[in-house]
């Protein structure tokens, strides 16, 4: 949306700069989005007069002008036709840039003589494409600032042009009496009341309308009114209206044509004329039938699909209802009688029709946005007088059918809840008088809103509006109260607080945090026991992410195979966040997982570097499940799901149903569908099955430490190979819980003298009295309660 200052002031009394207006547009929603102001590039250029003018010695085209200037007498050479003694000119000088040929001037040297700047033209100052000569002024003083002269004598070409972006809820702006209504009631002037016209008709109008029944109201249009005028004398508007038009970007194009295009720009009201003489017999508003064809103003073949709205008349259809005219009966410069027309049409069906036939024209922007209903009439009458005034004429009696719709409404408006929503103090006088500045009528505490207005839905659009013209730059910060006095409580939930830990701790074992989609392919989550109809999406982005994900550990792997396609095959990768079993709420649980792919570093000469390990993994899982309060002795079972290694995972747990989280190496075949050059290690723990501890307090439990002396005692056992190491240490760790402290594999021993399908386990167990010093005896029967523990779990023999 475009204007200029002098447009705007024709409706607001107002002695704000260009600067303070384009602030409080931008501070009141309709945000400027560029000014363009020609005195700034013509604001070097001042008035001079030439003195003497003689032919150039060494050129027949040339000038060799004396011209006074505010800097005394100059010599300048000049090619221009009408160079010559006693004129006006507006002056360049050395160091000033020229627009219209994009250079910036200096003393030269023109067949060896010598020239101080230039007199210009009007092409040269980007003023009009007018460049036969330099420009000739009537009046003006030697040393007058160029653009003050132009203010007194020819403002329009001075005027600066504001450009501002309408967003869809505020149709009232998409005119420059709206934009001015915003302003007053910011206080930055008086608005101006707009001349009501009232224009009798002295004849019946011959063309008479009707709207059919599938189309009137709602869907189609509500009221169509129009009024005939004869005898006009169409032509050129006059230099104020195509100043205006040009200025926004407009071509004028004559008055008729420019009347409607005024009313659009300047009251937000479309309308459109047809060649009367054109028009066979009466018009009407119909729904097209498939297939049917016009040629609109355009020259463009438009096809209509069934259903959309269009003007015809006898012959067949001859405008697209609020969207755009037909060639055949648009007004030329031969045109003496129009048909003048102002609607109201239904937005939606603008807008289906127009992005239907590709078509963007200003009468289709505002009539899809929404324009002033209670207007149409009036619109009419202030259009007919303005045709009167440019181009004569007599006028017809007003034909209409349909009716204008009733939008009236209302709302409460509760100071209070103002002040409330908005966190300023806003006096109920002032809340009021800012919504009758902007053309609401009050009755009590209820707001009428008016009829330009249809984005007023309710109490709250109230509250934006008070806001948004008091001002939100006036906020001031303030700090919230304590509800209670001391130390404020934790804000954080336990679960909130073991996701925190998790990252912090995941961080600094050395992995860096992806944040992958929730969603993913159905391929990649039926490999981790997803990808079925509950989880399915039912409008999904892509293919790609069709399945809500059923763990965290697709969206890692498939990170790992995008770094590894690039050249990073050393990765350490986590992430926190959902995983979902089902699309219905509760079925959601929040994981913590984390993925090692490749080398522990770089290669280096001491050999320190090699391939990760499922140990890795568990020593990070423990670390992270410790960190977020597990307990620390805890179970390991292999009963993992099927995309961990069968015989390479732990499933760290309290009892069979406590599952804490997983550890160990992912499948070969989930990582070659996966695209990830393996193998590849990983943890998914739950932070959600971590038992909340009893105590809550700040405070940390005293540090128990034992005086007395620890004894470890070693023993090897000779089992079936297919015995885990796992079943032997828990077996022994159960032989006292209270006095062993911890027991370990330290050695393995297949075949030999042992023969086949054995092997040997040795293991320490640490033992730490805590009430006496253990004696010998007290040893040998932890020992034989080990040795019996072991046996009866795995049938070992202590070997001798």
């Known amino acids: 949306m475009k204007f200029t200052l002098s447009w705007l002031k024709e409706h607001l009394d107002t002695s704000a700069s260009v600067d303070q207006i384009s602030e409080a547009l931008t501070d009141l929603g309709l945000e400027v989005e560029g000014v363009e102001n020609p005195a700034e590039k013509l604001k070097a250029f001042t008035l001079a007069k030439v003195v003497h003018a003689e032919q150039h010695p060494d050129a027949d085209r040339l000038r060799v002008c004396r011209v006074m200037t505010d800097e005394g007498e100059k010599q300048i050479v000049c090619g221009a036709p009408n160079a010559r003694e006693g004129i006006t000119v507006v002056l360049a000088k050395p160091g000033d840039y020229v627009p219209g040929i994009n250079v910036t001037l200096s003393v030269g040297n023109i067949r060896g003589v010598e020239s101080h700047g230039m007199m210009a033209s009007e092409r040269e100052l980007e003023l009009s494409d007018e460049h036969t000569g330099i420009i000739e002024l009537p009046s003006g003083d030697v040393g007058q600032r160029f653009i003050d002269w132009l203010a007194q004598n020819d403002p329009a070409k001075v005027d600066p042009v504001i450009e501002i972006a309408i967003t869809p809820n505020r149709p009232d702006a998409l005119g420059v009496h709206g934009v001015a209504r915003d302003l007053a009631a910011r206080g930055l002037g008086t608005l101006k009341p707009l001349r009501e016209h009232g224009v009798s008709g002295s004849f019946p109008c011959p063309i008479k309308v009707t709207i059919d029944a599938d189309t009137a109201g709602e869907g189609g249009c509500h009221v169509f009114a129009g009024r005939m005028i004869r005898g006009v004398q169409n032509g050129p508007s006059p230099a104020w209206l195509q100043d205006r038009l040009r200025a926004i970007g407009l071509r004028p194009i004559s008055k008729l044509v420019d009347v409607t295009n005024f009313f659009t720009f300047d009251r937000n009201r479309p309308l459109h004329v047809f060649d009367a003489a054109k028009v066979q017999g009466d018009l009407r508003i119909h729904r097209a039938e498939a297939g049917q064809t016009l040629v609109g103003l355009d020259e463009k073949i438009y096809t209509f699909s069934a259903g959309e709205v269009v003007i015809s008349d006898e012959k067949g259809i001859e405008s697209i209802g609020g969207i755009m005219g037909g060639l055949e009966t648009g007004c030329t410069e031969e045109t003496t009688d129009v048909f003048l027309e102002a609607a109201f049409w239904d937005n939606i069906q603008i807008a289906t029709t127009g992005r239907a036939l590709k078509i963007n024209s200003d009468a289709r922007y505002r009539n899809e946005r929404g324009i002033d209903p209670g207007y149409n009439m009036q619109a009419m009458e202030d259009a007919t007088q303005m045709i009167l005034d440019l181009c004569g004429g007599e006028v017809s009696d007003v034909v209409v059918a349909g009716q204008v719709p009733d939008v009236s409404r209302s709302y409460k408006l509760d100071a209070k809840r103002v002040i409330s929503l908005v966190g300023m103090e806003i006096p109920e006088s002032e809340q009021r008088q800012t919504l009758t500045a902007l053309g609401f009528r009050m009755e009590g505490n209820m707001a009428h809103v008016p009829s330009w207005r249809p984005d007023v839905l309710g109490e709250a659009d109230l509250v934006e509006e008070v806001a948004r013209v008091a001002s939100l730059t006036k906020l001031q910060g303030k700090p919230l109260p304590r509800i209670t006095t001391g130390v404020p409580r934790p804000i954080l939930s336990p679960i909130q607080k073991r996701e925190q830990i998790a990252r912090r701790t995941s961080a600094a074992l050395g992995y860096n945090e992806c944040v992958t989609y929730s969603f993913i392919d159905r391929a990649a989550a039926a490999l981790f026991g997803g990808g079925d109809d509950a989880t399915m999406l039912a409008n999904p982005i892509s293919s790609e992410m069709s399945h809500l994900r059923p763990s965290l550990l697709p969206g890692l792997l498939q990170a790992a195979a995008r770094n590894q396609a690039r050249g ?15 699309g219905e709420p509760g079925e959601q649980g929040m994981q913590v997982a984390g993925i090692l792919v490749g080398n522990t570093g770089p290669k280096d000469v001491h050999g320190a570097s090699r391939p990760v390990d499922l140990f890795d993994a568990k020593a990070d899982a423990e670390a992270i499940l410790s960190a977020m309060g597990a307990p620390a002795k805890m179970q390991v079972m292999r009963t ?161």
């Open 640 to 800: 993992g799901p099927e995309w961990w290694h069968p015989g390479r995972h732990g499933v760290l747990c309290l009892g069979p149903k406590k599952v804490l989280g997983i550890y160990g190496e992912i499948h070969p075949k989930v990582l070659a569908e996966l695209d990830v050059k393996g193998p590849a290690v990983g943890y998914v723990l739950f932070p959600e099955e971590i038992p909340v501890p009893r105590k809550t307090g700040a405070t940390r439990k005293a540090l128990q430490i034992s005086d007395l002396q620890p004894v470890e005692r070693d023993f090897a056992f000779v089992v079936d190979t297919s015995v885990q190491a796992l079943d032997l240490v828990n077996a022994a760790q159960g032989a006292d819980k209270a006095l062993i402290e911890s027991v370990r594999v330290f050695d393995e021993f297949v075949g030999g003298s042992l023969g086949d399908g054995k092997k040997s386990l040795a293991i320490t167990v640490r033992m730490q009295p805590t009430d006496k010093t253990l004696k010998e005896k007290d040893i040998e029967a932890v020992g034989a309660k080990i040795v019996e523990k072991v046996q009866k779990a795995t049938g070992g023999t202590l070997r001798g």
């Open 568 to 582: 990073f095959n050393d990765l350490a990768l986590f992430e926190v966040g959902a995983a979902f079993s089902g």
